[in-house]
């Protein structure tokens, strides 16, 4: 069954101008055109799932086309996948740290009751 890009949006809940990013990022393959359309088969939807699964996971455009193309033929997803999910686990941890200290600095300075800022300014560099 052939899909223009409009029934590939409408079914897929993606923008017809987001489907035309991912083919000029190189996420999805460009599709063949008739009549100067472009033409979908319907299995383009499951890649539009698989690219919403990975955005959810926080992956960047560019994680997102290694995962799809950047692995050699024969690599199976679940290699793919784990990969590209370990290094984002720990980009992960280290944005959350950073949160929490940003957390913690904004608890401390909620607790100011400093009349000035030169005075704030000699607290903040007491131990």
């Known amino acids: ?52 699964v990975a955005k959810a996971a926080g992956f960047s455009m560019a994680e997102i086309k290694r995962l799809v193309g950047g692995f050699g033929r024969k690599t199976p997803p679940g290699v793919r996948w784990r990969t590209l999910a370990e290094a ?16 913690r600095v904004l608890k401390a300075v909620t607790r100011c009751e400093c009349p000035s800022f030169e005075e704030c300014i000699a607290a903040l560099d007491r131990p």
């Open 1 to 52: 069954m052939s899909l223009r890009i409009g029934q590939v949006a409408e079914r897929s809940g993606i923008a017809a101008s987001a489907i035309r990013y991912y083919e000029a990022e190189g996420i999805l393959p460009d599709p063949p055109r008739f009549n100067g359309r472009r033409v979908y088969e319907e299995r383009v939807l499951g890649r539009l799932r698989l690219i919403g």
């Open 88 to 103: 984002k686990q720990t980009e992960l941890a280290a944005r959350i740290e950073e949160a929490q200290q940003m957390q």
